[in-house]
């Protein structure tokens, strides 16, 4: 046994050059198997790739980059007459991997269910794929009084990146003010209608000045549910107006917030940076605490580090390509200089004078971009110190997992799924995607009106087990048609999600902007389904922090089973729709009202039945509520300031009743248990279960323990 025993060791020494752990044994003893390759900052493209460190010689080891990887697996396959026999498997060692640009898979590095091309982090390490650039040769200065720390920055001018992240956390561009917001004061210039922007606006007296830097600055102002970012192109501080060469992309308004950024003279609080793009430095205010030998800054460089390129139209697709354990980090998209997007749902005619979107920053792309993937994965992956939306599965993505991944530091969103655009080629469809036991948080830090995860024109997805938290904007969000018109946003499931502090941050950071949702949908969605899924903690600035919201033309979707509390203006809105059902669910403690119907129209609005409606402030309805097109029966009511609610019915409540609504409900204390009263469980002899209420878990909610990461 004990020459066996040393043999062995020999043999696993003589493979690999060095002594591992048991896990790095294990990953030893397959190395010299075809078609394992290794990936390492140490590593050299000449290399084989075939072990895991650079051998005792220094003249074999990994690869240095994980495109040379890619290469080498495409080489081997078409060795094999384009077919792998066995997985195909790529596994990167920890640390920065640079990228000099981003990584695409295309269809001819497909694999099979059976033999899958794998891209995984090796055993116990985090490898962090980089689109950013690590920022060296800090000097201390002095500039203005200001005791600083800068760096050259060659070709900043074409460079001028908008973000930056040292030791691992992201640092905020120079900002005025430091906290919070400033209102617009008023409009020097009228505008045609909402949809219409302005060029410039007034501010309060004290708020900004005529700063010598300004026009290396923007103003960010928010309106409605939209940011715009305005480049600034003079600050009159006789007139108290702020000019810029592009307009807001709606309509302004007196008391709008705004902040402004990317100016020197903001250069005031500790983490602050400005880029001086003019004489190619960099400057950063420190810390307490951040010292010169541990300071690692890293700059955005490429907008995106990983492409799945498909050509789904003719049948070539990205298939069998699982990614596990990796980190996406350091890129950015901005608005590039012949930006003409604002792609809107009343008009589509791109507008090259604006820098924003219309609705949920969805022009903005995703670090990781996919078109024409099938069957494809993400376990276990991160996607942080983002510069735009996390992961987007675009036009003709189907059948793809996304499963226990964690998205967090976002310039925009987390996930996007499908187009605005209707495809008419079953090919190009985006459908039957999964995103499950995935965190989704702190996002919208630069595009402030991303979302949690967005879906379009797409069908048969499942949303499943995902925290989404701290959003300025709506947590889900389905469908991209207005109105009763053709939709493809149909059967999409979302259930046991939890999504709280959308609007309003966990941090107190807004609410900036209004019309939001817990989860937000437009349009026809036939079979779409909301149930058992936990909403709270949601506030819109003016209007519109609700729960679950149906927005224009809405119909076909059942919600169930859900827990919606602590709303700004109600736990369910329906703008306008037909046909929908709302059944089995508790909605509490909306600040302003608890249900809200906007538009009566000739068909049923929607079926509200057996639900708990409890609170202890505001009103119960809002809206219009006339015209009698919606059923409402079997519901429980219950305002904890009053056991007569006689007033919160239109007309009174036995007229309500007289008229048809809630002829089978009841005005009754639900005796929610006191142990844990926002789990809303209820005691035995609850009065809900006499009107068929049906109890329900809502502990389920949230990523699984068992694939957390």
Request: hydrophobic content about 35%.
């Amino acid at each position: 046994m004990r020459t066996f025993a040393g043999l062995a060791l020999l043999l696993f020494i003589f493979c690999t050059g060095c002594i591992r752990s048991r896990t790095q044994k294990a990953d030893a003893t397959i190395q010299t198997r075809p078609g394992i390759f290794f990936v390492a900052t140490n590593g050299n493209d000449s290399w084989t790739g075939t072990i895991a460190a650079p051998d005792a010689s220094q003249k074999n080891g990994p690869f240095k980059n994980l495109a040379r990887a890619l290469q080498a697996a495409g080489e081997l396959k078409k060795l094999q007459n384009g077919v792998w026999p066995q997985p195909v498997s790529i596994s990167v060692r920890g640390g920065n991997h640079w990228l000099e640009e981003p990584l695409v898979i295309t269809p001819e590095l497909s694999g099979t269910s059976e033999s899958p091309l794998v891209i995984s982090a090796y055993p116990s390490e985090r490898p962090i794929l980089s689109a950013g650039r690590p920022l060296s040769n800090w000097k201390a200065t002095n500039m203005d009084g200001k005791s600083l720390w800068a760096a050259t920055i060659p070709e900043a001018r074409r460079w001028n990146f908008h973000q930056l992240w040292v030791n691992g956390e992201r640092r905020q561009r120079a900002r005025h003010p430091n906290n919070g917001y400033f209102k617009i004061a008023g409009l020097p210039d009228a505008t045609s209608s909402w949809e219409k922007g302005h060029y410039r606006f007034r501010f309060n007296a004290g708020d900004l000045k005529e700063w010598k830097s300004a026009t290396h600055g923007e103003a960010i102002a928010m309106t409605r549910w939209v940011e715009s970012r305005m480049p600034i192109t003079n600050i009159d501080a006789q007139q108290k107006i702020l000019g810029s060469n592009k307009r807001s992309v709606f309509q302004l308004q007196p008391g709008d917030p705004y902040y402004v950024e990317g100016i020197f003279e903001a250069l005031d609080q500790p983490g602050e940076w400005f880029l001086d793009f003019e004489n190619d430095a960099l400057y950063y205010l420190p810390l307490p605490g951040e010292t010169l030998h541990r300071f690692a800054a890293v700059a955005p460089r490429l907008a995106e580090c990983l492409r799945l390129e498909g050509n789904p139209e003719s049948e070539k697709f990205v298939e069998h390509v699982q990614f596990r354990g990796l980190t996406f980090s350091h890129n950015e998209w901005f608005y590039p200089t012949n930006f003409g997007s604002a792609e809107r749902h009343i008009s589509t005619t791109p507008d090259p004078e604006i820098f924003g979107f219309a609705q949920a920053a969805f022009g903005v792309p995703g670090i990781v971009r996919a078109e024409g993937a099938r069957h494809c994965s993400f376990d276990d992956c991160r996607f942080s110190n983002v510069g735009s939306y996390g992961l987007q599965l675009g036009r003709g993505c189907q059948s793809n997992h996304v499963s226990a991944c964690n998205f967090s530091d976002l310039a925009g969103g987390g996930i996007k799924i499908g187009e605005t655009k209707i495809r008419t080629n079953s090919l190009e469809q985006a459908h039957d995607n999964e995103i499950a036991d995935c965190e989704i948080f702190d996002g919208g830090k630069m595009f402030h009106s991303a979302e949690g995860i967005w879906i379009g024109q797409s069908f048969g997805n499942r949303i499943a087990h995902n925290s989404i938290h701290d959003f300025f904007y709506t947590g889900i969000s389905i469908g991209w048609t207005w109105g009763y018109e053709k939709s493809l946003a149909s059967n999409n499931i979302v259930e046991f999600n939890h999504v709280h502090h959308i609007g309003q941050k966990s941090n107190g950071d807004g609410p900036i902007l209004s019309d939001m949702g817990g989860i937000y949908t437009l349009g026809m969605q036939p079979g779409t389904i909301i149930r058992n899924n936990l909403w709270h903690d949601i506030a819109g600035l003016n209007y519109g922090g609700w729960g679950i919201y149906f927005d224009e033309g809405s119909s076909g979707i059942l919600a169930e089973n859900n827990v919606v509390f602590r709303t700004a203006h109600g736990g369910f809105h329906q703008h306008y729709g037909k046909e929908n059902i709302v059944r089995n669910n508790v909605f509490a403690f909306g600040r302003d009202h608890q249900l809200q119907r906007t538009r009566a129209e000739e068909h049923v609005s929607f079926t509200f039945e057996r639900n708990i409606v409890y609170f202890d402030h505001g009103k119960l309805l809002e809206g219009d509520w006339t015209g009698g097109k919606f059923v409402q029966d079997n519901n429980l009511y219950f305002d904890t300031r009053t056991n007569n609610m006689e007033n919160l019915f239109p007309g009174g409540w036995e007229k309500w009743r007289e008229n048809g609504h809630d002829v089978h409900s009841i005005i009754a204390n639900p005796l929610f248990t006191t142990t844990n009263l926002q789990a809303f469980h209820l005691e035995t002899n609850s009065p809900a279960l006499s009107v068929g209420f049906r109890p329900f878990d809502i502990n389920l909610v949230g990523p699984r323990k068992n694939k957390a990461h």
